[in-house]
């Protein structure tokens, strides 16, 4: 056995590869020990020891390019899918890994895990060995992988081999199968990470103050302070932003430093949050360096399952290599991806040495599936119409049925099975689907490999609808702070706007004379209607007629702050004063009118103020509809000056 370990050129080393005397009935190769890796190995491991089965029935070779990673940063798990994993193998030892993420509120260092992962595999006899796999020199190319193992541990040729690409978002393992097919990719926020180092930085910063902040770069901001003693920041950016930061090319082992060069921005969101974060969020000038950027974006497979893909060898993709998805939900898709491919090798491995009783039961099952008074109901699901189809499989250990079904011109696949109590059960259901996705699936459910794709699809798309809503909360919340930027509203223009230190001032102020005129008439109208109200209803026509107004005032303000940036200032002073004007002469009239007006006229006086304010928000989202539309589809911005 040495002798065979020996022969792989030093990269593989350790015990528990392949016994000579009494051979396995499957082996995998896992390329990658990182999480996913381990992950899927430990779970394999301890699902095959729970079903009674020999250990020595499936040999799992893990195989890593590295014998350890320098990373110290904090996953964020999501604990439902850990969880019900953790049901599913019914395990001390897994219990008390789980029991360590729970400690750790389910957000470990990720070298801390590894090692808890790393010293359960080894307690379950698997042990990492360094081959590097890919195409470059020195490298095992994953389509060679299967017959390079069989030469040199001399695994018989007949032997059943499966490969499991778990080396993460660059798989080699992806990249040899995948062919012309290309992962789908959404971006869904850009981000960077900035490192501020100082002496006096607060512990962390209050919801207001987190608030000013995201005012400066009118976008999304999250402090924390590391224990380490720097404070990370990581900001949302807009692609132009982002841009201007890649082409610094931060990388996490190597920092820029931008403590002496805000100026030298072009982007004068980043100058004022950066000046701010340099001076104006502790009592001494902080050093400032960017991390990292980086893109918040899904990307997954369509398929994560190839049969007979390289050199006779059956490859599935788990983890980042499948399916990579933001926020955090990598990991809790992992969890489920892991557990289902566990379940996909047993049933392969029950497939290879099926009995004849598991024979005939998935015939028996078929027999009465098919038979004039076929099942109804299978437990709470209703089963309507024509049973097209009916195949016999093997899923999670047990002889299942796959059953196609139609009723009018919908289409149902079910996965079933017999309770201990003879009823029928639904295992799998996806219904109601037209008639070519349901006959794919049902293809793919009667095959174990293929089955894969239709589970992982599943846990995929259960994800993404996390995703995509908190993608839509973070752009929503993004846009609320954009707009508050630019509202010359007086609360939170005098009371919540930071005030960024060491960045240049404004220009010379001028303007014309457009903004404050139609201030002054809208707020005329706006203050005059509630009160000429008192004595005579029909005054309140110039209230609704200040309206839209007011929404020409948002168009032009904004367009003030897009054509004509010097003249910004005094626009939005104008706009402070206006809209101030409005909610004191609002408050005047709410005391005046309740001294003999009902409450409903009360409450309609003391709120015209801010109806008012808000219809400004509408026309400024016009200007930038119309500038989006029009000056951008022109391309004004490409012509020359004169």
């Not at 032009?556 to 702050?561: D, E, I, T, W």
């Amino acid at each position: 056995m040495g002798g065979l370990l020996g022969e792989l050129g030093g990269r593989i080393t350790g015990v528990n590869i392949i016994s000579p005397v009494t051979p396995p009935r499957l082996v995998t190769a896992v390329v990658g020990a990182g999480p996913a890796g381990l992950y899927f190995a430990i779970t394999g491991r301890l699902l095959h020891e729970r079903l009674g089965r020999d250990v020595s029935d499936w040999e799992i070779i893990l195989l890593d390019r590295r014998t350890e990673y320098g990373r110290t940063h904090r996953l964020r798990m999501d604990p439902a899918r850990h969880r019900s994993l953790q049901q599913d193998i019914a395990d001390d030892r897994f219990d008390r890994l789980i029991e360590y993420l729970a400690q750790e509120g389910f957000k470990p260092v990720i070298n801390e895990l590894e090692r808890k992962l790393s010293r359960l595999a080894a307690d379950l006899g698997l042990t990492t060995h360094q081959l590097a796999i890919g195409d470059g020199p020195g490298e095992v190319s994953v389509n060679d992988l299967p017959g390079h193992l069989r030469r040199k541990l001399s695994i018989p040729p007949d032997l059943p081999m499966t490969v499991v690409g778990a080396d993460s978002v660059n798989s080699a393992v992806r990249a040899a199968v995948q062919g012309a097919e290309e992962p789908v990719r959404h971006t869904h926020q850009t981000v960077a990470r900035f490192h501020v180092v100082g002496d006096t930085l607060p512990d962390r910063i209050n919801p207001v103050a987190h608030y000013r902040m995201a005012k400066l770069i009118s976008s999304l901001i999250d402090y924390r302070l590391n224990r380490n003693g720097y404070a990370e920041v990581d900001v949302f950016l807009d692609p132009e932003d982002q841009g201007e930061l890649e082409k610094f090319g931060a990388h996490p082992k190597r920092p820029i430093d931008l403590s002496r060069s805000i100026e030298a921005l072009t982007s004068q969101h980043l100058r004022r949050l950066l000046g701010h974060l340099r001076s104006g969020i502790s009592d001494t000038d902080n050093e400032i360096f960017l991390q990292s950027t980086f893109r918040l974006e899904h990307a997954y497979m369509e398929r994560v399952a190839y049969p007979h893909a390289a050199d006779g060898a059956h490859v599935f993709l788990v983890g980042d290599a499948a399916i990579s998805l933001p926020f955090f939900r990598g990991m809790a898709s992992l969890a489920g991806l892991v557990g289902a491919l566990a379940h996909v090798h047993l049933d392969l491995l029950t497939l290879g040495g099926q009995l004849v009783e598991d024979r005939v039961e998935g015939a028996r099952l078929r027999a009465s599936v098919l038979a004039p008074d076929r099942p109804l109901r299978l437990g709470t699901k209703l089963l309507p119409g024509e049973i097209e189809h009916a195949e016999p499989t093997i899923y999670r250990g047990e002889s299942t049925l796959v059953i196609l079904h139609r009723w009018l011109s919908l289409y149902g696949v079910h996965m079933v099975g017999r309770s201990p109590e003879g009823e029928w059960l639904s295992l799998f259901r996806r219904a109601p689907i037209s008639r070519s996705p349901a006959r794919s699936d049902f293809e793919n459910l009667v095959d174990p490999i293929c089955r894969y794709n239709v589970l992982a699809r599943r846990i995929r798309n259960e994800e993404l609808k996390v995703v995509n809503a908190r993608s839509m909360l973070v752009r929503g919340a993004r846009e609320f702070v954009r707009v508050s930027a630019m509202l010359p509203f007086p609360l939170q223009t005098w009371f919540l706007t930071a005030r960024a230190s060491g960045t240049p001032g404004s220009a010379p102020a001028r303007g014309g004379p457009l903004n404050p005129a139609i201030a002054l008439i809208a707020g005329l109208m706006a203050l005059v209607a509630p009160v000429a109200a008192l004595f005579e209803q029909s005054w309140m026509v110039l209230w609704w007629a200040a309206l839209p107004v007011q929404a020409i005032g948002g168009f032009v303000y904004r367009a003030s702050l897009v054509l004509d940036q010097q003249g910004a200032t005094p626009a939005r002073r104008v706009w402070i004063v206006q809209i101030a004007a409005v909610m004191v002469g609002g408050v005047a009239t709410t005391l005046i009118s309740s001294l003999s007006m009902g409450a409903l006229t009360q409450l309609r006086a003391a709120l015209s103020w801010l109806v008012l304010g808000l219809v400004f928000i509408p026309g400024m989202y016009l200007f930038e509809y119309l500038d989006r539309k029009w000056f951008a589809a022109a391309r004004l911005d490409e012509e020359a000056p004169r």
